[in-house]
T-cell receptor, first 109, second 112 residues
Framework: QKEVEQNSGPLSVPEGAIASLNCTYSDRGSQSFFWYRQYSGKSPELIMSIYSNGDKEDGRFTAQLNKASQYVSLLIRDSQPSDSATYLC?????????FGTGTRLLVSP | DVKVTQSSRYLVKRTGEKVFLECVQD?????MFWYRQDPGLGLRLIYFSYDVKMKEKGDIPEGYSVSREKKERFSLILESASTNQTSMYLC???????????FGPGTRLTVL
C-alpha cells in the first residue's frame, strides 16, 4: 500500500463547476497535510495546508481533513481553465513530506 | 516571498560525468531538500539537510551526494551520471520547525 494515494485522473470538469480532489494516507499518526499545484513543466506551488479535522477555506479553495478516515480532500469552487494542473497531496511523516503522485485536473471552457 | 533558485533549468550531460546541481534560498531557512520527480513515481526525496554541514539520506540516496557549506546553499552531486538519473530535480526549503516546503523552479537533467 502506498503511503499517500491519489487517483491519477484526469478529472475533467466544466468551467464554473466544483472540482473535488481526494487523497488517502496510511500513517495514522500524521498531523500535517498539504496541497500543491503543479503546472506542466513547472515546480510544485503550495496552495493549502491543514492540520485539524474539518474544513479550511482560502478563496475558491477548501481543504477538508478527516483523520479518523485518513482522508484529505481539496475542493475548488468556480473552477477556471487556469486551474488545469496536477494537484499533489503531501503528508508529513517522520522528518519528511510524503507526496502522492498527483491528480491531473482539466477544466474545460 | 520565499525565493528558491536553481542553477540551471535544463542540463545535458554524458554518462560518467560528475554533475553539480546548485540550489540557493534567500529566506534564511534552516531546512533544505532535494527531490527527483519522474512520471508515475511522483516526488522522491534524495537527501535533506537541517543545518549547515549536516545531511540526512532520503528514500533514494544511491548515486548521489550533497554538500551544505553555507546555510543558503545546498548542492546535489551526481558522482558518475547514469542514464537512469535522467529526471526533473527539485530543490525545496522550509524554516526551522516549519513543515511547509517551498520549491525552486527545477532542473531537467538529461544524461546521454
Amino acid at each position: 500500500q502506498k503511503e499517500v494515494e491519489q487517483n491519477s485522473g484526469p478529472l475533467s470538469v466544466p468551467e464554473g463547476a466544483i472540482a473535488s480532489l481526494n487523497c488517502t494516507y496510511s500513517d495514522r499518526g500524521s498531523q500535517s497535510f498539504f496541497w500543491y499545484r503543479q503546472y506542466s513543466g513547472k515546480s510544485p506551488e503550495l496552495i493549502m495546508s491543514i492540520y485539524s479535522n474539518g474544513d479550511k477555506e482560502d478563496g475558491r479553495f477548501t481543504a477538508q481533513l478527516n483523520k479518523a478516515s485518513q482522508y484529505v480532500s481539496l475542493l475548488i469552487r468556480d473552477s477556471q481553465p487556469s486551474d488545469s494542473a496536477t494537484y499533489l497531496c503531501a503528508v508529513l511523516g517522520f522528518q519528511k513530506l510524503v507526496f502522492g503522485t498527483g491528480t491531473r485536473l482539466l477544466v474545460s471552457p | 516571498d520565499v525565493k528558491v533558485t536553481q542553477s540551471s533549468r535544463y542540463l545535458v550531460k554524458r554518462t560518467g560525468e560528475k554533475v553539480f546541481l546548485e540550489c540557493v534560498q534567500d529566506m534564511d531557512h534552516e531546512n533544505m531538500f532535494w527531490y527527483r520527480q519522474d512520471p508515475g513515481l511522483g516526488l522522491r526525496l534524495i537527501y535533506f539537510s537541517y543545518d549547515v554541514k549536516m545531511k540526512e539520506k532520503g528514500d533514494i540516496p544511491e548515486g548521489y551526494s550533497v554538500s551544505r557549506e553555507k546555510k543558503e546553499r545546498f548542492s546535489l552531486i551526481l558522482e558518475s551520471a547514469s542514464t537512469n538519473q535522467t529526471s526533473m530535480y527539485l530543490c525545496a526549503s522550509s524554516p526551522f520547525g516549519g513543515n511547509e516546503q517551498f520549491f525552486g523552479p527545477g532542473t531537467r537533467l538529461t544524461v546521454l
